[in-house]
C-alpha cells in the first residue's frame, strides 16, 4: 500500500525533518509542499493525498493564518477528506483539532519517534476502502474521473494521456513517472511510455511483444526492459483464471 503524503508549511526545517523522518518507510511518498493554504488547496484536490502534515500557522487566503479553514474548504469538492496531522509550536490550536477530527497533533520540535508513532496511528486506522476517484486541475477547472474506469496511461511530452473505457481520453499535465507510485497496485509500468491497467488486459502476446486491452482495438507495446513486469502480469492473471489450458 502507498500512502502519498503533502507538507503545508512555510518553515522550511519544519518540512524537511518530516521528510527526512519519512525517508525510512518506503510506502509514504511526499507528493508536494505547500507554503500557504491555496497552495494546498490546489495541491490536495489535484495529487489527493492520503496524509497532509499541516502548520496552522501558514498564509491564509482570507486571513492571516489558515488554522483550520483549509478542511472547510476541502469539504466542498471532496467525500472523504485525507488524514490531517497538525505541526505546531502552540497547543492553541488542539480544541479545534479535536473538533475537526485530526488524526494527530504534534508540537514542534518536532521528533523522529513522534512522527514514527503517528505513522503507526495512521495504519491501525487506515481505512483499505480507497477513494477511487482522480482529480485533474487545469487552470481551475476540476475534472473527475473513476480510476476502474481508466484502461492505460500514455505518455505525451511532459504530459500523461488516460484513456478511458469509454473511449475518452484526459489529460493529465504531469509526466507518466510521477504517477507510477501513486497508482493502485493493478496499474503496471511495461514501457517508457506506458502504464496499463492489468484488470483490463486480455492478451499479452510475448513475440510481438504486445499487451491487448478490453474495450479497445489497441495494441500496447512492451519494452525489454520492463518484460519482468509483463511476466509477473502473466503469472498474476494465470494463477487467478478460472480455466488454464
Given at each position: 500500500?502507498?500512502?502519498?503524503?503533502?507538507?503545508?508549511?512555510?518553515?522550511?526545517?519544519?518540512?524537511?525533518?518530516i521528510q527526512i523522518a519519512l525517508e525510512?518507510?518506503?510506502?509514504?511518498?511526499?507528493?508536494?509542499?505547500?507554503?500557504n493554504e491555496q497552495e494546498a488547496l490546489?495541491?490536495?484536490?489535484?495529487?489527493?493525498?492520503?496524509?497532509?502534515?499541516?502548520?496552522?500557522?501558514?498564509?491564509?487566503?482570507?486571513?492571516?493564518?489558515?488554522?483550520?479553514?483549509?478542511?472547510?474548504?476541502?469539504?466542498?469538492?471532496?467525500?472523504?477528506?485525507?488524514?490531517?496531522?497538525?505541526?505546531?509550536?502552540?497547543?492553541?490550536?488542539?480544541?479545534?483539532?479535536?473538533?475537526?477530527?485530526?488524526?494527530?497533533?504534534?508540537?514542534?520540535?518536532?521528533?523522529?519517534?513522534?512522527?514514527?508513532?503517528?505513522?503507526?496511528?495512521?495504519?491501525?486506522?487506515?481505512?483499505?476502502?480507497?477513494?477511487?476517484?482522480?482529480?485533474f486541475k487545469s487552470y481551475g477547472d476540476?475534472?473527475?474521473?473513476?480510476?476502474?474506469?481508466?484502461?492505460?496511461?500514455?505518455?505525451?511530452?511532459?504530459?500523461?494521456?488516460?484513456?478511458?473505457?469509454?473511449?475518452?481520453?484526459?489529460?493529465?499535465?504531469?509526466?507518466?513517472?510521477?504517477?507510477?507510485?501513486?497508482?493502485?497496485?493493478?496499474?503496471?509500468?511495461?514501457?517508457?511510455?506506458?502504464?496499463?491497467?492489468?484488470?483490463?488486459?486480455?492478451?499479452?502476446?510475448?513475440?510481438?511483444?504486445?499487451?491487448?486491452?478490453?474495450?479497445?482495438?489497441?495494441?500496447?507495446?512492451?519494452?525489454?526492459?520492463?518484460?519482468?513486469?509483463?511476466?509477473?502480469?502473466?503469472?498474476?492473471?494465470?494463477?487467478?483464471?478460472?480455466?488454464?489450458?
Amino acid at each position: 500500500m502507498k500512502y502519498p503524503y503533502i507538507i503545508i508549511d512555510n518553515d522550511q526545517n519544519s518540512a524537511r525533518t518530516i521528510q527526512i523522518a519519512l525517508e525510512d518507510h518506503n510506502d509514504y511518498i511526499c507528493t508536494g509542499i505547500a507554503k500557504n493554504e491555496q497552495e494546498a488547496l490546489d495541491l490536495i484536490l489535484e495529487r489527493k493525498p492520503r496524509l497532509v502534515f499541516l502548520e496552522p500557522e501558514v498564509p491564509g487566503v482570507q486571513s492571516s493564518k489558515t488554522q483550520y479553514s483549509l478542511l472547510s474548504e476541502l469539504t466542498k469538492y471532496m467525500t472523504n477528506l485525507p488524514e490531517f496531522v497538525i505541526i505546531t509550536k502552540t497547543a492553541n490550536y488542539a480544541i479545534e483539532g479535536i473538533r475537526n477530527s485530526v488524526l494527530d497533533y504534534i508540537l514542534k520540535p518536532l521528533t523522529k519517534s513522534d512522527l514514527t508513532k503517528t505513522l503507526h496511528r495512521f495504519e491501525k486506522d487506515f481505512d483499505e476502502v480507497m477513494d477511487n476517484t482522480l482529480c485533474f486541475k487545469s487552470y481551475g477547472d476540476y475534472r473527475f474521473v473513476n480510476i476502474d474506469e481508466v484502461l492505460y496511461l500514455k505518455a505525451d511530452n511532459n504530459t500523461t494521456d488516460f484513456i478511458m473505457s469509454n473511449g475518452n481520453k484526459v489529460e493529465a499535465f504531469k509526466t507518466l513517472k510521477h504517477f507510477q507510485n501513486l497508482l493502485p497496485d493493478h496499474f503496471v509500468r511495461i514501457h517508457n511510455s506506458y502504464i496499463i491497467n492489468t484488470k483490463y488486459v486480455s492478451r499479452i502476446h510475448f513475440g510481438k511483444a504486445k499487451c491487448a486491452i478490453k474495450n479497445t482495438t489497441d495494441m500496447i507495446p512492451f519494452s525489454k526492459s520492463y518484460k519482468t513486469n509483463v511476466e509477473e502480469i502473466k503469472d498474476t492473471l494465470a494463477k487467478n483464471s478460472f480455466l488454464y489450458v
